[in-house]
């Protein structure tokens, strides 16, 4: 601890001595890292990168086409202290458009158009859904697709949760065990 | 304090030597971190004009009033200008200012899945462009508010890293009023002396620029401690809101069509805001969004006119005009008036540009306060702090040794007090 006096000057000149207090500016390193990443971001919700980071292609709804595709691909995210939600996006075909009134997701199939799920929101070019992971949802179930069209008719998809998102199949497997 | 009796002892003046702890808790408040704090008061001082700037930049962006103005366009003219102009588009929302040098924007969504916002003067309907896809004012506010880092899971990294330095801003404050004995004397005989070294002149600058900007300071601390609280309720599911689940459009109300053919019966956007404005004769609706889907509200909102740091909002029944949901400044608790206020507080945007200016003006003074602050510590702390641990020292362990424990570069330091 104590230096004898020669070894000082070498001391206050060394570069740790003289940068210390200027370290800090190292976090600048974060923002610079992070830049490509919140472009990317960016030009995913502008929807310059498509519907959604994993495709889902497209399927016909009883008369209508539309595309599909899961949001992001991470975990399910947390909504409030209620649930998880995953979110899927999806747009209408043009002469779907104006017959369309509505789209619902939900894990497993819907007994009627009342328990269809949760409603999507946006325009007919990209609406979000944002489907809560239930408590009892198994990583095996499936996901079923409602639309609504203006004239009451209803019709519906399902696909496997694993084929939907397979981070959520790979979250409600975890919560299971 | 402990420490205040053996200084006691030597000294014999306690206040003084009180005094000086303040003072060393006041220099090493920021030292280690000022050029993280530097950079933060600097993007953030950039962020309160950002608008601004772009206005500068970016014609298409600006409002220019014909040569005979007449009345600013109504929702729906906006509508229709925007129909005509990009027939494939559907307009999510549309923000107008209510008087402002800056032109009205509609945010649009196009069938490749595209959003874009474009510029439309609010006076001829002309659309002038649409923002560029780097959006200066969204990155300067990225930057200053969370180092751009992502927002995957709950509040982002950066958001904590940057509020966090608040507490350090907050006591540096508080024990630069402690330490800067009568400063009010500071306003009635202000002191900038350029004429004996960079030392003394940023050490005057420091003080004056302190004492003038307490309660910017105080501000900007208050409601970035606030932001920090607010990521962690946030990310901890704590929320005291009163609005309530989200509200829908009763089935009844929506017609159901006997083909698919048919238009569905939508209101206008005039009548939706007509409708807000009869009910709520001070609202001034300032921006609408359409409807995410069939059995969604218009979403109409404005700055209050009692209140104007928060902006009301109004969600009204697309199929019969009716007004089902009201978040006006009535309808909000007091938690939520405050905790509402600290962003725009924090950001001086709910006067106009005079405040904004006002804001810039002493983000550049507090930024330099940061500089001075390291300019004045280099030069001086490292003196007084191995002054005070010398004391300690000869109280502690009274030995002959007692130059050799103390940094010598701290002893060296020369500049006479």
């Given at each position: ?38 472009f ?5 919700s502008?929807?310059e ?7 889902l292609?497209?399927h ?26 995953k979110?899927?996006?999806l ?5 779907c458009?104006?017959?369309?009134k ?21 325009t ?9 992971i ?28 694993a ?15 | 304090m402990?420490?205040s ?43 309160t ?5 772009v206005w ?31 027939p494939?588009?559907?307009i999510q929302?549309?923000?107008r ?10 945010r ?14 609010p ?15 969204q ?48 306003f ?14 940023w ?6 620029a ?11 601390s ?7 609280l ?6 901890n ?15 009844a ?13 939508f209101?206008?956007?005039?009548e939706?805001?007509a409708?807000?404005e ?24 404005g700055?209050?006119?009692?209140y104007?740091?928060l ?6 029944n ?40 006002v ?11 940061v ?46 007090a």
């Open positions: 601890m104590s230096q004898p006096r020669a070894s000082q000057p070498r001391h206050r000149k060394s570069l740790w001595f003289r940068w210390r207090f200027h370290l800090s500016g190292l976090l600048l390193i974060l923002p610079m890292v992070a830049m490509p990443f919140y990317d971001d960016l030009a995913m502008r929807g990168k498509g519907l959604g980071e994993r495709d292609g497209q016909q709804v009883g008369p209508w086409q539309i595309q599909l595709a899961e949001w992001d691909t991470n975990p399910p995210w947390r909504d409030g202290v209620a649930s998880y939600m979110t899927f996006s747009s209408l075909c043009e002469s458009i104006p017959e369309v509505a789209a619902y997701m939900r894990i497993g199939k819907p007994r009627n158009l009342r328990t269809a799920g949760a409603i999507s929101f946006g007919p070019y990209r609406q979000f859904i944002s489907m809560p239930t408590e009892s949802a198994t990583a095996d179930a499936d996901i079923w697709l409602t639309l609504e069209g203006w004239d009451g008719s209803v019709h519906q998809i399902s696909m496997p949760l084929d939907a998102s397979p981070s959520a199949a790979t979250f409600i497997q975890r919560r299971n065990h | 402990p420490t009796t053996s200084t006691k002892a030597i000294t014999g003046k306690p206040r003084a030597n009180r005094a000086k702890i303040w003072f060393l808790v006041h220099s090493w408040m920021a030292m280690p971190i000022w050029a993280f704090v530097f950079f933060i008061c600097l993007t953030g001082t950039i962020a004009v950002s608008q601004e700037i500068l930049a970016d014609p298409a962006s600006r409002a220019n009033p014909p040569a005979q103005a007449g009345n600013l366009l109504s929702f729906d003219e906006i509508v229709a200008v925007v129909n005509e102009g990009h494939e588009a559907i929302s549309i923000s200012p209510v008087k402002s040098q800056f032109a009205l924007t509609a649009i969504s196009y069938p490749d899945t595209t959003t874009r916002t474009l510029y439309i003067n006076y001829t309907g002309v659309i002038q462009g649409e923002s560029s896809r780097f959006d200066f004012r990155f300067v506010r990225g930057l200053h508010g969370w180092l751009l880092m992502p927002w995957t899971n709950g509040y982002s990294w950066g958001w904590y890293l940057v509020s966090i330095t608040a507490v350090p801003m907050l006591i540096s404050l508080i024990t630069g009023l402690v330490v800067y004995k009568r400063f009010w004397r500071g009635l005989s202000p002191r900038l002396r350029f004429n004996v070294n960079a030392r003394v002149l050490g005057d600058f420091h003080r004056l302190g004492i003038w900007s307490i309660p910017f300071i105080a501000i900007i208050i409601t970035s401690i606030w932001f920090l607010q990521g962690i309720l946030q990310d599911q704590v929320s005291f809101s009163t609005a309530g689940a989200p509200i829908y459009v009763d089935r109300d929506v017609p159901q069509l006997s083909s698919n053919s048919q238009t569905p019966p209101i206008s956007l005039d939706a805001t409708a807000v009869t009910a709520f004769p001070d609202f001034q609706a300032s921006f609408v969004s359409m409807p995410g889907n069939a059995y969604a509200h218009y979403r109409i909102g700055r209050s006119v009692s104007p740091l902006f009301e909002n109004v969600s009204v697309p199929y019969n005009a009716k007004i089902e949901q009201t978040r006006r400044i009535s309808d909000l608790s007091w938690l939520e008036i405050i905790t509402g206020s600290m962003r725009p507080l924090h950001t001086g945007d709910f006067v106009g540009l005079s405040l904004k200016l804001y810039f003006f002493f983000g550049i003074l507090l930024t330099l306060m500089f001075s602050g390291m300019m004045i510590w280099s030069k001086r702390t490292f003196r007084d702090t191995a002054a005070v641990l010398r004391e300690r020292k000869i109280k502690q362990q009274p030995n002959k040794q007692m130059d050799s424990q103390i940094p010598t570069y701290a002893l060296n330091e020369g500049e006479s």
